[in-house]
T-cell receptor, first 114, second 116 residues
Framework: KAGVTQTPRYLIKTRGQQVTLSCSPI?????VSWYQQTPGQGLQFLFE???????NKGNFPGRFSGRQFSNSRSEMNVSTLELGDSALYLC?????????????FGPGTRLTVT | AQSVTQPDIHITVSEGASLELRCNYS??????LFWYVQSPGQGLQLLLK??????LVQGIKGFEAEFKRSQSSFNLRKPSVHWSDAAEYFC??????????????FGRGTQLTVWP
């Protein structure tokens, strides 16, 4: 089975721009979660989508948004980029239902904001 | 709120030595517990998980972990470390409620260095 794929792997953006990151989950998985990883804050949960609906949301400003398509692929958008948004963005895929709650992570998208 | 504590930021061991990485969590009920490993520039790989049942769980790459409810701990162990085990290790917790299962709470990680 193919793993979780994320595109692009690397991005360099300028402050004030917006960016869209993409995540394709493992085939058959209906849940996609997004995390931000930084040296200062560690791994922080952004949001989770299950069957095209946001099921869970972390404590990030409204500049961070996401969506999920009918094929379970998910996108994350960050508008009005700030320097502090530089991070590794990870998406994770799971069935989203009992008994398989484990999440499988993609390789991440490294975003650098200058 | 959930919290996960990994008391050791950095651990150094010699190749062939045993390893134990500590993880403590705070949560009222029995959580779902995970250990992940991350190599530089990579995503997180699931090592093992605990949902219920036997408190000693086996994972990949020769790792095991033991859930101790009385100590709110889920420590990761390996009897003999290989140089390829050098990486960062994360303990994570999920709540046992359907609508919040998609959210993992992570510890700050333990960086493992292996001396040859």
């Amino acid at each position: 089975k193919a793993g979780v794929t994320q595109t692009p792997r690397y991005l360099i953006k300028t402050r004030g721009q917006q960016v869209t990151l993409s995540c394709s989950p493992i085939s058959g998985h209906r849940s996609v979660s997004w995390y931000q990883q930084t040296p200062g804050q560690g791994l922080q949960f952004l949001f989770e989508y299950f069957s095209e609906t946001q099921r869970n949301k972390g404590n990030f400003p409204g500049r961070f948004s996401g969506r999920q398509f009918s094929n379970s692929r998910s996108e994350m958008n960050v508008s009005t980029l700030e320097l502090g948004d530089s991070a590794l963005y990870l998406c994770a895929s799971s069935s989203g239902q009992a008994p398989s709650y484990e999440q499988y992570f993609g390789p991440g998208t490294r975003l650098t904001v200058t | 709120a959930q919290s996960v504590t990994q008391p050791d930021i950095h651990i150094t061991v010699s190749e062939g030595a045993s390893l134990e990485l500590r993880c403590n969590y705070s949560y009222g009920a029995t959580p779902y517990l995970f250990w992940y490993v991350q190599s530089p520039g990579q995503g997180l790989q699931l090592l093992l998980k605990y949902f219920s049942g036997d408190t000693l769980v086996q994972g990949i790459k020769g790792f095991e972990a033991e859930f101790k409810r009385s100590q709110s701990s889920f420590n990761l162990r390996k009897p003999s470390v290989h140089w390829s085990d050098a990486a960062e290790y994360f303990c994570a917790v999920a709540r046992d409620r359907g609508s919040t299962l998609g959210r993992l709470y992570f510890g700050r990680g333990t960086q493992l260095t292996v001396w040859p």
